[in-house]
Structure formats: C-alpha cells, structure tokens
C-alpha cells in the first residue's frame, strides 16, 4: 500500500508540474487510497471506483462524479506500473451541474451592501473596512474572488491608478486601471491597515487584505459575511441556498466601464516596462499585449484607448 501512496504523490506531483492546479485532488486521492486500504487490496478497479463514487450519500450527483472523474485519472496513470489496474469507462457515474443565474445588481443594492459592511459588527477595527472596500473593489472592477484575495500590495501603482493582477485563470497577468474615487478609497483603507498591523497583530504581510491575525483574508471568511449581509438587505431570502453571488460582480463591472482617452499613453508605458512574459490588460475587445523581447515576440500596438473601468459607489466616507 505504500507503493500506492507513493503513486498517489508522484501522479500528483506530475498533474501539478504540467500546470495543473488540481486544488482537491490530493485530499479525494488520499481518501481513496484510505478506502482501498480498508477493502484490503491495492488493485484498482471499475467497481471499487463506483462504490467510492458513491461512499456519501447525502452529496450531489456533482460531487460524485467528480470523485469518479479524479479516481479515473489516477487510475490511467497507475495502469503504466500495474497492468491489471481497471481504467474505468466515462461517464459511468453521471452529474449534471445546474448553473447560476447571473444576477445584475443595482446600483442602490451595491451601496446597501457596502454601508451594511462599513457598519459589520466587530471585535476589531479594521474588520468593517476591509469588507468595505473588499466588495467595494469587486464591484467597481470585476476582479474574480481569488484575485482580490491575493492581491499584494506592492500590485497597487498608485501614482498611475493601475492593479496588477497576477497568476490567475490560465496562468496570465492583467492590469486593471483604477478610477480615481477608487484610488482614493483603497488609499485611505491602505493607511488603516498599515497602522492596524503596526499597532494590533504584530505581523508584517504583504497581502492587501488581512484578517485581524494579519494573516490572508480567507474566502470562507468572505462568503460567511456576504451572505449575512445579502440576507439583511434583503436581496436573499432566510435560509436560502441560493441567490446573488461575489462572481456577480463581474457584470456588474462590465455594465458600468466609462471610455477615457488619457488611459492608452499610461497603458503602453506600463506595457514596455512590464516584468512579466505576457500581460492581458483588459477583458474587452480592445487588448493589448506585450511579450518579452528575449522570446522575440512581436509586441503589439496599443489600440483605441480601452475603457476606464467606473467610479467607486458613494455610501459614505472611508
């Protein structure tokens, strides 16, 4: 069963070197292996992949085929070491996702939300703020939930009003310009959490948003209080399951971009002294990109001038 184990590190390790993320599939892998150990056998097959498809109950039909899906893709790795390994077939345990339905905020719920978290109850100071201006910069900017939550600051370029987003989706970096009420907000949050950290946790970090630790804002932290706060201002009912989300905010976002005809001259300066491979500097029809010189890569000339992206909501003063 070592010799299992082993396989298990060395599939992930593989996956993960590929470019492969594969953010569940150590723990779903090690409670497999767990699971043949139990059933005394080191052989992997069609049925035992089944019936550990199918170990909980009370999950979704999602969630089952996704541990037959991981269980799957070791079991075609582990054939090349132990041919009597079972490859087994696709689509044997089935789920169907159900999609979201994109919500559009308005521009008043968008507000509530945000007085509603400047006013969060809260054992320390910083905690109102940082969600304030947490979905606060969701909104105005359309960054997906894991960009924000690492985001450094060192990515915030305040002279010029530009975020860099790195590493996210595909592997890519981005920049997203900052309207100026926008600049001024997270500039005001900044300096509390500066002092915050001085004063209170005794940490030095360099993510931008921080719990009362000083450590990374952690999204189960972010959904907990979304949804409270969702729930008080009544765009989601007691008790439900379902309803607006964070990723909403990416509409939101779109639906609200202003043209600025001063942004393409900043746009291609950043782009010529950009440290980074590649960057997509923004999610619209009008991109550009710049590679590096050393791949000799053409680079490509900036365009019209891309949208601004829009000013922060007024619901009060940071």
Known sequence: MNTLRQ???DYLELRRGLGFKLVNHG???GEFVSFLEQKKTSQITTALAVQFAMLHPQQQPKA???RYSVVRGFASYRVGADPATEIPPIGLVRGRSRRARPYLYSDQEVRQLLEAARHLPSTYSLRPWTYYCFFGLLAVTGMRLG???NLQCQDIDWAEGLLTVRRTKFGKSRLVPLDASTVKVLAAFAKRRDRFIAECSGRTSSH????????RLRDAYVYRVFWALSRQIGIRSPGANRGPRLHDFRQ???ARKMPNEGVCTVFAAQLLTAGSALFDVF???VVARRYDYERNIQISECGPSPPRRSA???CGCV
């Open 27 to 29: 723990a779903c892998l």
């Open 208 to 215: 931008f948003f921080v719990t009362k630790f000083g450590t």
């Open 252 to 254: 939101n976002a779109e």
């Open 7 to 9: 396989a298990q590190d």
């Open 64 to 66: 089952k085929a996704g």
């Open 147 to 149: 960009e924000a939550l």
């Open 312 to 314: 922060w909501y007024p």
């Open 283 to 285: 999610s619209s029809p």
